[in-house]
Nanobody, 127 residues
Framework: QVQLVESGGGLVQAGGSLRLSCAAS????????MGWFRQAPGKERDLVAALSWSGTSTYYADSVKGRFAISRDNAKNTVYLQMNSLKPEDTAVYYC????????????????????WGQGTQVTVSS
């Protein structure tokens, strides 16, 4: 049984930083593409960042480029999202997801491409 468990969310002031973690069990994160999505109240869930199976390709939404970084620790079987220079508009529930059928260098962009999801962690950025 595959489980993805996010942690690291919380309340932070604008300009601050948080690091989200996504710990996997029943699945090896280095054998799939991984993504971080977010959903703000009343809005659709959007892709924030993605990391290819190879670990060499990344994708970032324009709104977070230069501020967020996705990474992977194979030994810990964990994916991270480092978030710097946070803004109030970054407030959302953040989800990690795994796409086990992605090609080696792909960074999947669409929700339906991902097979497994975590339960989400709340990030709130105060102004």
């Amino acid at each position: 049984q595959v489980q993805l468990v996010e942690s690291g969310g919380g309340l932070v002031q604008a300009g601050g930083s948080l690091r989200l973690s996504c710990a996997a069990s029943g699945h090896t994160v280095s054998l799939s593409a991984m993504g971080w999505f977010r959903q703000a109240p009343g809005k659709e869930r959007d892709l924030v960042a993605a990391l290819s199976w190879s670990g060499t390709s990344t994708y970032y939404a324009d709104s977070v480029k230069g501020r967020f970084a996705i990474s992977r620790d194979n030994a810990k079987n964990t994916v991270y999202l480092q978030m710097n220079s946070l803004k109030p508009e970054d407030t959302a529930v953040y989800y990690c997801a795994a796409d086990v059928s992605a090609s080696y260098y792909d960074t999947p962009r669409r929700e339906h491409e991902y097979d497994y999801w975590g339960q989400g962690t709340q990030v709130t950025v105060s102004s």
